[in-house]
């Protein structure tokens, strides 16, 4: 069994940076790729940021470019999520997901095989 863990969640002010932290364990898989998910409160789950586990591609979600940053931790299967410049609309619950087997980066949620538990991100103003 894979296990995702969030962390780095908190209460913020409008303009504060956050990182947040995803550590799988478990299970071994290959990793295609990993991303950031957030699903603000009343709304669907949406895409934030994903990183392709092989080479340096990245894509964001056009809300969050030039904010948000996704990179890969020096420990296998660890990324993170640099969050500058949050705004209040940037509350939500973060989810951390990895894609494995054959594929290639992806904003799709159905294509994400392992889902951490979530961890909340408020942003007041």
């Known amino acids: 069994q894979v296990q995702l863990v969030e962390s780095g969640g908190g209460l913020v002010q409008a303009g504060d940076s956050l990182r947040l932290s995803c550590a799988a364990s478990?299970?071994?898989?290959?990793?295609?790729?990993m991303g950031w998910f957030r699903q603000p409160p009343g709304r669907e789950r949406e895409f934030v940021a994903a990183?392709?586990?092989?080479?340096?591609?990245?894509y964001y979600a056009d809300s969050v470019k030039g904010r948000f940053t996704i990179s890969r931790g020096n420990a296998k299967n660890t990324v993170y999520l640099q969050m500058t410049s949050l705004r209040p609309e940037d509350t939500a619950v973060y989810y951390c997901?990895?894609?494995?087997?054959?594929?290639?980066?992806?904003?799709?949620?159905?294509?994400?095989?392992?889902w951490g538990q979530g961890t909340q991100v408020t942003v007041s103003s």
């Open positions: 997901a990895a894609r494995a087997g054959a594929g290639s980066i992806s904003v799709t949620i159905f294509e994400y095989d392992y």
């Open positions: 478990g299970r071994s898989f290959s990793t295609v790729a």
């Open positions: 990183i392709r586990w092989t080479g340096v591609n990245t």
